[in-house]
Nanobody
Framework: VQLQASGGGSVQAGNSLRLSCAAS?????????????ISWYRQAPGKRREQVAI???????QYEDSVKGRFIITRDNGKKSAYLQMNSLKPEDTGVYYC??????????WGQGTQVTVSS
C-alpha cells in the first residue's frame, strides 16, 4: 500500500486548502480500500504528531477539537482517495500533514506528508 499526499501550500489565515491522499499498490488485494479507516495527522515543528480527522470504512467521522467546524474529511472509494478540506485556516494549523490508512488487520500505512503553512 502506498499513499501519496498532496495539496499543501502556503496561505494566509482565513483561507482554505484541500489536501488529497491517493492510495495505490497491491496491498488492496487482501482488503479493499473501502475497508480501510483513513486518518489525517499533522505534526507542527517541535510537537508530536497528532490526529486531526478520521473517516471510518463506513460513514463515521471524528475531528480533533481545534479543527471541528473548519475541517471536513471525505473519501472516494472508487478513486482510492481521501481528502481533507481545511477552511478558515489559522497559523496554528501550520505543520506537515500526513494521511494514514489502517487495514481491518490493523496494519498502518503512512504517506510522505505535505507541508501546510498558514501566515497571519
Amino acid at each position: 500500500v502506498q499513499l501519496q499526499a498532496s495539496g499543501g501550500g502556503s496561505v494566509q489565515a482565513g483561507n482554505s486548502l484541500r489536501l488529497s491522499c491517493a492510495a495505490s499498490g497491491s496491498g488492496f488485494r487482501r482488503f479493499g480500500f473501502n475497508t480501510f479507516d483513513i486518518s489525517w495527522y499533522r505534526q507542527a515543528p517541535g510537537k508530536r504528531r497528532e490526529q486531526v480527522a478520521i473517516h471510518s470504512s463506513g460513514t463515521y467521522t471524528q475531528y480533533e477539537d481545534s479543527v471541528k467546524g473548519r475541517f471536513i474529511i471525505t473519501r472516494d472509494n472508487g478513486k482510492k482517495s481521501a481528502y481533507l478540506q481545511m477552511n478558515s485556516l489559522k497559523p496554528e494549523d501550520t505543520g506537515v500533514y500526513y494521511c494514514m490508512a489502517r487495514s481491518p488487520a490493523h496494519d498502518d500505512y503512512w504517506g510522505q506528508g505535505t507541508q501546510v503553512t498558514v501566515s497571519s
